[in-house]
């Protein structure tokens, strides 16, 4: 009995085929950006593909959504579990397995004998009546594995299960797994950890720009093949990099470290005119460390130097006045103000340069904003137009635009070209070829590899809130990136 | 901020509709001692909406002003009758103000507790501490100097005029042509992008608070002077026309988007209706429904422009 599912041409997945069976722990890997995510959204039917079928016991399931997937038997644990915290767990396993009309009665001392069983199920004993906000981040994922089993889970996804675990709290989750597997369960396991990836898995399917690279049984591949299956493609896209000479250094950390951002000694400089590319997984601190030093969260320790000088930088405010930008990921979220007019957001951060005596000086403003819309080549009939009309690629040119209005010394970027079009993006590359050239010192974060190796002078990797190493332009590689990046020098 | 005046175009329209069909029916509306006590009666509530408005701009809402209300004007007469110089009573009044709004804002701003949490708490506590205080006692026997200022009756008006002039004029041009205007709607519309763009957000959401405080306290003793007593239980459900007519000239509640002169127009139109009612002969007992349903429809043509605009901007 086989549990076979396939699928062909989703979006940002292309023609991606994956098949699990019955009892097998199959490992999903890839880099940031391979399609992990998406993937597990159209199996859990958080998202719809476009083409393909998905086919559970062999049937094929048409119009999925997360209530069919459930009663499929496909359950997910996400590394964050999604349970509700002020609820006690007999009511969030509950919640998850029974079902009923609005008006039907409870049997509280049932929820709390099953909640109890489940959780012996999964090799634990946690008192049903604790609130979820009392537990342990290992005790929450207990708990949605016991969901999982009392739901009969035929498929059970986790989601970079062990990324907040210690070691001995890995080991117990293994055991559980082997509980899942026995009963009968296929799991798919996604983790950055591949020494844990060939402890645990049978199977491992390497994802690589929404296409499927490959299927190995666990025993006959090793690490290097799979980094070599990750990472394996050119850098297809032409860079405008050019060489420009570089200056004294501008931003120095020194043994950078914050609780609160989980950042830990952190050292790097970066000099006029060079772009220092920061590369590591999602989560491994890098916007973190850009938020420090823009002073968003405190340094417990540490030295932040600019041009020469010792800084204290307590606040946004302090690093502008410093000469630091940050045009941080997530436009919408957090770049530009989206109901503001180009105008308004482009002089948002440098309301000083026009105006006088606190007073906006509207036609300062306007010439600013034209002066960079033209820079940049913001495509928009008028610097009136609210930011939100704009399209991804030109808001993240807003974006920078109020950034570059400052006249920054030192420009942090994070994730600059994520989700723009391909034309934008080689435009927003050529704007940080012209902004190094002019002296300006760019620290660029990045998920996506080719684009660090193509813009980058010089490339620190940070691995769980810590620089796990340092490399020029001529010695980086993808391989070596991305080895250090999880932990495995080569 | 926007440059387009829908909204204001549409309370304007109802305002001159209401005006025509007044003019039509019940002339005596016009006549100048009408209009003057219309003006007196909502200068309280016009003062107190522009800040209400900078407070909503931001992306708060402060429910505390008719207690705030209150106590300033019980304070004003206070520090009145002790025999100081009247000057000095009516900043005293304003200072109160300026106090109680300053507290509402660090509570919101530096505590981080909900604004809605922190003036409802604040909304009842002064209003039960004033209670305490004056055992429900009117403030009487004011000095002579303290009824209108000092000034005749005609000429009080004249610098009530002035004065509501003056703030209409400084908070809307302020709101458009001062950074921290602009950051005003930055933090309303973005508060997370307006602090990565490094706008002390804190210190706003503070200094709205307490401008709007030193707007009531201004209310408050401009308000006061106009009578012989000042009562204890001062502007009860003074709070709600506020937010009413902040509400109905065009300023989105959750923040971002709104004007000045949709705040005066929003007063206006409110403020005409129950007097209104009287002149066409309706039942006074009219006038909440009739203002609750004004909100509501204002609301509603809002969410529906706004729909549709979302509808052209995705387009």
Redesign the interface.
Known sequence: MGITKSFAGVRALRGVSFELRAGEVHALIGENGAGKSTLIKVMTGAVTPDAGTLRIAGRVVTDNDPGTARTLGIAAIYQQPALFAHLTVAENIALALESGGAWRTVDWSARERRAKELIARAGAAIQPDRLVSTLSMPEQQIVEIAKAIGAEAKVVIMDEPTASLTETEVSSLFRVIGVLKSGGAGIIYISHRLEEISTIADRITVLRDGETIGTRDAGEVNREQLIAMMVGREVAAVYPKRDVPLGAVALELRGLSGREAGIRDVSLRVRQGEILGIAGLVGSGRTQLAETVFGLTPADSGEIVLNGADVRIESPADAIAHGIGYVPEDRRQHGVVLELPIAANTSLSSLDRVSRQGLIDSAAEQALAERYVTQLRVKTPTVDAAAGTLSGGNQQKVALARWLATEPKVLILDEPTQGVDVGSKSEIHGIMMDLAAGGMAIVMISSELPEVLGMSDRIVVMRAGSVAGELSRADATQEKILSMALGHPV | ???RYGRELSVAASILALALVLAALAPGYFSGENLADLFLANMPVLLIALGMNMVILTGQIDISVGSMFAICGIVAGVLSKTGMPVACAVLGGVAAGVGMGAVNGALVAYVRIPSIVVTLATMVALRDGLRWATQGAWVSDLPPGFQWLGLSQGSYPVLIACTVVIFVAATGWGL?????G?AV??TG??A?????????TNRLTFGVFAVTGALTGIAAVLNSVRFNQIPSNAGLGLELKVIAAVVVGGTAITG??GSTAGTVLGVILLGMIGPALTFLGVSAYWEQALQGAIILAAVIVEAFRERAEKRV?RA
């Open positions: 901020m926007r440059k458009r042509h001062l950074a921290a602009r709607y930055a519309s973005n997370e992008a307006a602090r990565l763009a490094g706008i002390d971002g988007s901007a």
